[in-house]
């Protein structure tokens, strides 16, 4: 860590890792077999108010498992918002399916759903029980929503679309720990779900992840697939191609600390959110990320708008002249779309996403950051503009 930059968002250790770990390395299970995992694996669980989880060794490979475990194979297709990490498009290409890019709506800044709506109806064809793309013949598996920024996106109609065309859905809700929408946590209302503790999430557990799912089938094949898919361990039997997913007992002995402090960092960082909005929507023209009436969000990074007006060219001297002055802002990510890997796959309807891209500047979140440290960020954000 630099003297005196203040980052987007990083680790908040407490001191109880170390206790933490020290047991573990007591205990002597320190890979991914043995009882600490399991203890993580059931305190998710309990949080969350989900039947089944699953750890994994990072988000990532969690997705990649989940497209699996939901059939998402070579030449299907899977739709998803255009302004995401790249993570999950990248899942997508893993199993041989490819992303449709969906934008994102102003009024939320997640998948827009008139817009997933509109493409379902009139881009594609339902046969039987399976919903094809027109244009490449493709059938469409599932929707992959991304809560975003510890925000989510309007779950219920997503639902409803996904039954009526027979898609799956998945939850990328690496963002997302402790968001509920209208009371019920996020990542457990899709067919699964997918949760990350990398280090600048709202807790670590150094690295790992956690697919989570009330459906005993899928999170039995996700175990199975993320455990080299052995059907027998002694004679080395396996009936597919697995892989090394697991988390290891170390890791979940991090993440099993941090958990026990996840409310007091959704409240810091809500509390950040709160002073930025505060002090940076008397600018004229400036808002914070939209929440919506059915989220109860943990306000992970705290993003925000810059008026219409700004070009593409001033947000950025504003996230390099921060970054200079020692303060860690980025944009949002840059649409998928757009981006040279996903070049040649399916846009739809993509305005807003753009708009958001040039407008929109993420701002340092972690749970720890004093008041001096946000007043370090709002002035040097009012200097500039
Ligand atoms: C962080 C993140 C991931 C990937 O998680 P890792 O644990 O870093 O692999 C996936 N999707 C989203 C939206 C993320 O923010």
Redesign the pocket.
């Known amino acids: 860590m630099k003297e005196n930059f203040i980052t987007l968002s990083e680790p908040t250790l407490t001191g109880d890792e170390l206790e933490s770990v020290t047991q573990t390395l007591r205990e002597g299970w320190v890979s991914t077999f043995g009882p600490t995992v399991e203890r993580f694996e059931t305190a998710l669980k309990e949080r969350l108010g989900v039947s089944h989880a699953v750890g994994v060794s ?3 490979s969690g ?1 990649h498992a989940a497209l699996l475990a939901c059939d998402v194979g070579a030449d299907a297709a899977v739709l998803m918002p255009t302004i ?2 790249a ?2 498009a990248n899942a997508i290409r893993y199993v041989g399916a490819h992303p449709i890019f969906i934008d994102v709506s102003p009024e939320t800044w997640h998948i827009d759903i008139a817009k997933t709506e509109k493409f379902l109806k009139e881009e594609c064809e339902v046969k039987g029980e399976t919903t094809f793309q027109r244009k490449t013949g493709r059938p469409i598996k599932a929707l992959l929503l ?1 809560h ?1 920024l510890g925000l989510c996106c309007d779950i219920e109609p997503l639902l409803k679309l996904a039954r009526q065309f027979h898609l799956k859905v998945i939850e ?1 809700a ?2 997302g720990l402790g968001v509920l929408y209208r009371g019920k946590a996020v990542g457990t209302f899709g067919d699964v779900g997918i949760f ?1 503790f ?1 280090g600048n ?1 709202i807790i670590t557990a150094g690295a790992g ?1 956690v697919v989570v799912s009330d459906n005993p089938e899928i999170a039995a094949r996700i175990r199975h697939l993320t455990t080299q898919a052995k059907s027998d361990p002694i004679e080395y039997i396996h009936d597919t191609i697995g892989f090394n997913y697991r988390l290891s007992n170390l890791h979940a002995a991090v993440g099993l600390a941090q958990l026990k402090h996840l409310d007091t960092f959704i409240s810091k960082r809500r509390s950040i959110w709160e002073f930025y909005r505060e002090h940076l929507e008397k600018i004229s023209g400036v808002t914070m990320m939209p929440v919506s009436n059915d989220c109860t969000p943990t306000c992970w990074l705290s993003t925000v708008l810059l008026p219409d007006s700004v070009t593409l060219e001033k947000r950025v001297a504003l996230v390099q002249k921060l970054n200079r002055e020692g303060i860690g802002v980025r944009p949002i990510w840059h649409p998928l779309h757009s981006l040279k890997p996903f070049a040649e796959e399916t846009a739809y309807n993509v305005h807003f996403a753009d708009a958001l891209y040039r407008r929109s500047v993420s701002l340092p979140s972690s749970s720890h950051l004093t008041r001096l440290d946000l007043k370090r960020v709002t002035d040097a954000f009012q200097t500039f503009l």
Do not use: M, Q, Y
């Open positions: 990072n988000g990532s997705l995401t990490f993570a999950p991304v975003i990328d690496c963002e990350s990398n999430k992840g």
